[in-house]
């Protein structure tokens, strides 16, 4: 895990499977993400994260979820977005992969 602070980065694993992500996810932190879906990801399976906690993301996250839904055939499912998390994804999404990610199963 990354150094611990006010902006530091922790993933664990919930009851459901889903992912919690906590903190701000950007490329000193995506390596904890990408270490974790690889112990969870299943082909066939979709990978869930809950961005409740989450504060902050930059591309690196992007390119993390593209890769996951690359390997597992389907798209990352966020959870819990915040407003702000959101709203940096829904740009992104315009210019990059539609297809790799979707808000709440929806």
């Known amino acids: ?5 006010p902006g530091a980065f922790y993933v664990n694993v919930d009851d459901d499977g889903a992912l ?3 903190g701000q996810l950007d490329i000193g932190t995506i390596q904890d993400l990408q270490d974790k879906i690889d112990d ?8 869930v994260l809950d961005m409740a906690q989450l504060t902050f993301l ?18 990352v499912v966020l959870r819990n977005a915040t407003p702000t998390v959101r ?14 990610w979707m808000f709440d199963g929806a």
């Open 1 to 5: 895990m990354s150094a611990r602070g």
């Open 20 to 22: 919690v992500l906590r």
């Open 40 to 47: 969870v990801m299943v082909p066939g399976v979709a990978i």
């Open 58 to 75: 930059d591309s690196s996250a992007i390119h993390c979820f593209i890769k996951a839904c690359q390997v597992t055939g389907h798209r």
């Open 87 to 100: 709203r940096v994804l829904e740009l992104a999404d315009a210019k990059a992969e539609p297809e790799a």
